[in-house]
């Protein structure tokens, strides 16, 4: 029986989301509910631009895109219109987005399942053990406010379109939403444009007959993606986003080194990821060596193995990241473990072929391993606690800086590295150290030597603005009153706090408020003149740089 459209998968959708997302919080001991430090970037933009501003980082200052994600700068905007207090329904977006995901998922081994004739109760039920053991998605999703959310949806969407679309004689519906999933894909992120074309010109290639739908939704994702190069141009003054420039190094083979640690650190140290990654391939060989006979399925294999293959081939070329729990292969999540559990219902299913009247306890004893094998994710999420807590922290501690340095006379032009909560909360002029937000910054030095994804820090454009304040809340003061840092911190910025220069130029100083303390390091001109309650400046000897 062809599947239809069951309350159930919805259901299981929301249920699956519910447990998700209350497991990802509970195992990090809790986390504020105000995202993270990239998404308060693109926050900050939304609230500009909802405001009257314009698509800018600082108030009056240039025109930057220090956000990646063009169409959720744009949905957020609508929120920050609506709500004076946007942060609960930008995560109940989030939240709401993530069931349509699981519910493609779901939709998606159902198909599978069909097609390759296994017990599809088998298969739903081990996907939905598979997806609640992925913690790492549901926090990626649902509770960081970032633009994950609607990526993943929109790639599963057309994922599961053009499944349909290969296999069957796809009616009006689907064709439309092929069209309009290949028209969204570049206006979330850039690299929208090569998933979608790929991704078509595969399923054109599959489906010969479909080529008239495959023309026509290439063609508007190629339409949209020129618009929005045309209005980048004309508005930024650069065709791609600047955390592009300030992110990707031009030397390429050094991006590829990166790109290919990240994807194997990836596969070597997410729970399952080999697995899941080694049944892919397996069903995708199956595929390339059944398609000839026309078996039901194996179009749709390929295609969604192109899907699964493709993410983990972009985001190793384009250099990986750092952030915990590989954040750019967490929009596959929800399609990566539908191979292992179609694997699960096939081995289920030709077993209790074989020896009838065992099918229900074969099936219980399938889903009872894969949760204990799942519930290695469960693990490694709660180890990891503690890097995913700082991306939090990060907000939390630029909040509460800004708020207290808006009480300053003057206000300093500040020089940061975390560049997302502060921003929503100081009301004065920041320079993005890391050129995220700054396209100079960002533009200087193209060959970037450092932290993954953050080193595009360059001295002589430092010294040239020289800010009156390198601000350092994101690291706590040390015993007493003096400041404590780590090498890591000196190396992200060249060094700077070790040099000379800088030693002879800035003061050390600490701002306290109650129970806060935020080191920072500013110029003497700007100290002879402020008027802040609660700062203290120290003498050189009194910062200490740890190994």
């Known amino acids: 029986m062809i599947p239809q459209f069951t309350v159930t998968d919805f259901f299981l959708a929301v249920v699956t989301t519910l447990l998700g997302a209350a497991l990802s919080y509970a195992l990090v001991q809790g986390i504020p509910l105000i995202g993270i430090d990239d998404a308060a970037i693109t926050r900050s933009y939304a609230e500009n631009v909802a405001n009257g501003h314009g698509y800018v980082y600082n108030v009056g200052g240039e025109r930057v895109e220090g956000s990646t994600a063009l169409l959720w700068v744009g949905l957020l905007t609508i929120i920050y219109s609506a709500f004076p207090d946007p942060e609960l329904p930008i995560l109940a977006l989030s939240a709401g987005i993530t069931v349509f995901s699981i519910y493609l998922s779901l939709r998606m081994v159902r198909w599978f399942s069909y097609w390759l004739q296994c017990d599809v109760k088998v298969a739903v039920g081990a996907l939905v053990v598979f997806l609640i053991a992925s913690p790492g998605y549901f926090l990626w999703s649902v509770w960081t406010m970032m633009e994950l959310a609607i990526w993943s949806m929109l790639l599963l969407w057309l994922t599961l379109m053009l499944v349909k679309l290969v296999e069957v004689e796809a009616g009006i519906l689907t064709r439309i939403g092929i069209v309009l999933a290949a028209l969204i894909l570049p206006t979330v992120r850039p690299e929208g444009i090569a998933v979608a074309l790929g991704l078509i010109i595969l399923a054109g290639v599959l489906r010969v007959t479909a080529w008239r739908t495959c023309l026509a939704s290439g063609a508007a994702a190629i339409a949209v993606f020129l618009a929005i190069t045309t209005f980048r141009l004309s508005y930024f003054g650069w065709p ?126 399938a889903l009872a391993a894969a949760m204990v094998l799942s519930g290695l994710g469960w693990m490694h999420y709660y180890q990891a606690r503690f890097d995913v807590q700082k991306e939090f922290t990060l907000v939390e501690r630029g909040l509460g800086f800004g708020n207290y340095l808006n009480r300053a006379e003057p206000l300093p032009t500040i020089g940061i590295g975390p560049a997302g909560g502060i921003a929503l909360a100081y009301e004065g002029e920041i320079l993005d150290l890391l050129g995220l937000n700054w396209v100079e910054m960002a533009h200087a030095n193209p060959v970037k030597v450092g932290l993954r994804n953050h080193a595009s820090f360059d001295r002589p454009t430092f010294w040239k603005h020289k800010p009156d304040m390198l601000a350092a809340f994101n690291r706590r003061c040390g015993d007493g009153d003096g400041l404590q840092f780590w090498s890591t911190d000196d190396a992200a910025f060249d060094g700077l706090f070790t040099d000379e220069q800088f030693r002879e130029t800035y003061q050390p100083v600490v701002f306290r408020e109650g129970e806060d303390c935020w080191p920072a390091f500013a110029l003497p001109d700007w100290l002879d003149t402020a008027k802040v309650e609660g700062m203290r400046v120290l003498e050189w000897d009194e910062v200490t740089i740890l190994k």
């Open 240 to 365: 791609v986003p600047n955390t592009f420039y300030a992110k990707v190094s031009s030397d390429t083979i050094q991006g590829i080194k990166d790109g290919l640690k990240y994807l194997l650190d990836f596969l070597q140290n997410s729970p399952m990821a080999d697995l899941f990654l080694v049944v892919w391939a397996a069903l995708v060989l199956f595929a390339i060596l059944r398609l000839r006979q026309d078996m039901p399925g194996t179009r749709a294999l390929l295609i969604a193995g192109a899907t699964i293959f493709g993410i983990l081939a972009v985001y190793a070329g384009l250099g990986g990241d750092h952030f915990a729990l590989w954040r750019f292969y967490q929009p596959i999540a929800p399609l990566f473990p539908v191979a292992a559990a179609l694997a699960v219902a096939l081995g289920v299913t030709s077993v209790s072929e074989w020896q009838r009247g065992y099918g229900t306890s074969l099936s219980l004893s």
